[in-house]
């Protein structure tokens, strides 16, 4: 008896579903490294930002469930120091809430830079308005960065074991702050806050490959004092986003066209 020397056909279901499986496998190897990227030196820095949000929530006469439920549904440090100092100076609901949507403005173009690259065409709608809450100043810095490097198939995954990993440890340092924030010496505590920004201007700075992003940075440096001065209250950040961001692009725009001259 002889045997045919053709193999056999492969079952198109067995093939689909050891797919999914080394797909699932993936995810799950860049979910470890987006974590492992975030303990790594992130998650320290705005964790440690976060701490003086305890004791801001403390001293405005919260329970230590409240700061730590305002990390985790606000998610941004200057959004949480505006919500506890508006209710210790007891101003209007409407108020505060309208001044920390205001403040929220600057993750807009954070939000509509960072999704595109990690969207698929098997991404929905609910995964993508979860990964928008994750987004905050140092995930985007950060994101931006790393994220690019990452196949794309595996980025939500990377995104989300990196982001997940800098909230659980700034939800953790809120809390900690809220115990300890009174054996703490005030400016100390009030220096932590600046944490944030001072790394996030230190990472943008890193990652500035093209002009624009190197006139942006400079540009956005040099008019902060000015906006600062002559903006409305509150939409001095916004202004000042738009002018430099205008300013760096038109300044590229000049440097292309004398290229091509």
């Not at 093939?15 to 987006?34: I, Q, S, T, V």
């Not at 101003?91 to 990690?118: G, K, N």
């Not at 490959?209 to 440096?221: F, K, N």
Request: aromatic share 10%; with cysteine; proline share 7%.
């Amino acid at each position: 008896m002889f045997m045919s020397g053709a193999a056999p056909h492969p079952d198109p279901a067995l093939m689909a579903e050891a797919a999914e499986d080394l797909g699932g496998r993936n995810r799950r190897a860049w979910f470890l490294e987006g974590a492992w990227q975030a303990l790594a030196g992130p998650m320290l820095v705005v964790a440690v930002s976060l701490l003086s949000v305890g004791g801001l929530a403390r001293d405005a006469g919260f329970s230590i469930e409240v700061a730590v439920a305002s990390t985790l549904v606000l998610w941004a440090g200057p959004a949480q120091v505006l919500f506890f100092g508006a209710v210790a100076a007891k101003a209007s609901w409407p108020a505060i809430a309208f001044t920390i949507s205001l403040s929220s403005v600057r993750f807009v173009p954070m939000v509509v830079s960072l999704l595109p690259t990690l969207r698929t065409k098997r991404t929905r709608l609910p995964t993508l308005l979860l990964a928008a809450h994750c987004i905050a100043v140092t995930v985007w810095a950060e994101g931006m960065r790393r994220i690019p490097s990452v196949p794309r198939d595996g980025r939500l995954a990377f995104f989300f074991g990196f982001s997940l990993i800098c909230i659980l440890g700034t939800s953790i340092s809120t809390a900690v702050g809220f115990v300890l924030i009174g054996e703490l010496p005030l400016p100390f505590v009030a220096g932590l806050l600046f944490m944030t920004p001072i790394y996030f201007v230190a990472t943008l700075t890193r990652s500035a490959s093209r002009p624009i992003d190197r006139w942006a940075l400079i540009l956005g440096l040099a008019a902060a004092p000015v906006t600062e001065a002559l903006a409305p209250r509150g939409l001095d950040l916004l202004v000042l986003g738009f002018s430099a961001g205008t300013g760096a692009w038109l300044i590229q725009r000049a440097l292309d066209a004398r290229a091509r001259i």
